[in-house]
């Protein structure tokens, strides 16, 4: 008897593209996969994968077992792959059939695609999905561009799998072309800056207070049932009670302090830099991880280079710091994701993509890694103002960073004395002081800039007279 045909295709059974078609195949849906090795199909058998799910070895056989429009999902890596795989995909399917490329593509890349398939009536779309193994497999939060016929047609598939926040999946069509994958991008950007904001609260709590891994461990649950709530400082909680079963202590003890990175942080810098947003708080957790690759040069360099001695807390700051920490983790974090939603906004205007910032806030709210309690006023201040400049100013958050930033300036004054890095902290407070600043010391800047270069400047007394030279001679 002829098998049915299936309703939706997984291409690419590394861990990401097992978990999601296993995901698919869980909400009822007849599910086809494919992948190069097909000793991965074992994998998925020995998962659970159920009956309705079904491996094909050839790729032709793969596209034939799906029913028309064909909606494929693609997990491959990002890159030349991803164009190998399409290559081989294009000539097997027709008009009207749609691919999902779901892994973290550059977004010119995946506009260069989507468009060069339309000329050819097939339609292509870029969609961020964050969340990791766990969040694939059993919910996560997807960021679909893409055509709006083609987001249509694989809209129930993506909602059934997506995570879930008070009944409403966390999946929104984005925007065209390459507005998704840009979407993730700048995601994982605010998620440099979120985790090294709690690496710099861990390193000042337990270098400044000395608190042991445990002792923060119990902080930090104090702390996630408020307003810092939020996966990442979970995940903290988590790294920091486990044990080295070699060793009997916090195995985070043991690990070496080199962070590595895949390349999305580096992205949304560049991309900053070349939509002319500053970003330096995401700038500063990119510096901070390709420092602490120097680990050799800075092991040699702490033998050289003197730092304070003699320091202490005085008594205040012993009892006082990890509120302030708490007050200043909070508020960086604002202003961090200040930083990213005005460079979404950016683009969004650049490239015409309409992205909606408040669904943004609120598809984050659950299966992805940045998911925290402030997603909630972040989404009601984008609703209220869909076109606000900067979430600094919202409504809801200007008289917060007004109560904080006392206690922000003393964590930062504290570490600063103390000689203990805070660059995300440090970064985000002069971004915050820097945009509440009437006057700045730019005008410094160009009148050297017209005295060495002769690039002109204005008036402040005539700004409309139009750009001047002057002989500072």
């Known amino acids: 008897m002829q098998r049915e045909q299936a309703q939706f295709g997984v291409l690419g059974m590394g861990v990401m593209g097992q978990s999601l078609a296993l995901n698919v195949a869980d909400q009822g849906v007849r599910v086809a996969v494919w992948d190069i090795e097909p000793k991965r199909f074992e994998d998925l ?20 077992a799906l029913e028309r429009p064909r909606r494929i999902l693609m997990m491959v890596t990002a890159g030349a792959p991803v164009d190998s795989v399409m290559g081989r995909l294009e000539p097997l399917l027709q008009p009207g059939d749609i691919v999902i490329d779901g892994g973290n593509s550059w977004f010119q890349d995946t506009r260069r695609r989507e468009a060069a398939w339309k000329q050819k009536g097939l339609q292509f779309m870029g969609m961020g999905v964050s969340g990791g193994e766990e969040g694939a497999r059993h919910g996560p939060s997807l960021m679909p561009g893409g055509p709006t016929e083609a987001y249509s047609l694989v809209r129930p598939v993506l909602e059934a799998i997506a995570a879930k926040r008070d009944g409403s999946p966390c999946v929104t069509h984005v925007g065209p072309d390459g507005a998704g994958h840009f979407v993730k991008m700048v995601h994982n950007g605010i998620e440099y800056a979120d985790m090294q904001l709690l690496a710099e609260t861990y390193d000042l709590l337990r270098r400044g207070l000395g608190l042991s891994a445990d002792a923060l461990a119990d902080l930090f649950t104090q702390w996630n049932q408020g307003i810092a709530e939020s996966f990442l400082l979970e995940t903290t909680i988590q ?42 708080s995401i700038a500063g957790a990119l510096d901070a991880r390709n420092l602490s690759s120097l680990k050799d040069e800075r092991v040699a360099a702490s033998g050289v280079l003197a730092g304070p001695s003699g320091e ?16 200043a983790l909070y508020a960086a974090r604002v202003a961090t994701y200040a930083q990213g939603l005005r460079l979404i906004q950016a683009a969004s205007r650049e490239y015409k993509w309409s992205v909606p910032l408040a669904e943004l806030a609120r598809i984050w709210r659950a299966g992805c890694i940045i998911r925290a309690q402030l997603l909630t006023p ?3 201040a984008y609703t209220q103002q869909p076109d606000l400049a900067n ?13 904080l930033a006392p206690a922000w300036r003393k964590t930062v004054g504290v570490a600063t004395r103390l000689g203990i890095p805070t660059p995300v902290f440090s970064a985000s407070l002069a971004y915050f002081d820097s945009y ?4 700045l010391p730019q005008n410094l800047t160009q009148a050297q800039r017209d005295a060495f270069g002769a690039h002109t400047y204005q008036r402040r007394d005539r700004p409309d007279a139009g750009f001047v030279h002057s002989d500072w001679s």
Do not use: C, I
């Open 391 to 403: 979430l600094m100013l919202a409504g809801n958050m200007a008289p917060v960073l007004a109560k």
């Open 239 to 280: 790294v920091l009670r486990k044990k080295d079963p070699d060793t009997g202590t916090p195995l985070v003890e043991q690990v070496l302090d080199k962070a590595g990175q895949k390349g999305t942080g580096k992205w949304t810098v560049q991309v900053g830099l070349d939509l002319g947003v500053a970003l330096p």
């Open 436 to 439: 509440r600043s009437a006057e």
């Open 378 to 380: 972040l989404r009601e």
């Open 312 to 327: 202490s807390l005085s008594a205040e700051e012993k009892a006082h710091l990890a509120a302030w920490v708490h007050d």
């Open 45 to 64: 058998k020995q998962k659970g994968a159920p009956p309705s799910l079904h491996g094909h070895a050839a790729l032709e056989d793969f596209v034939a």
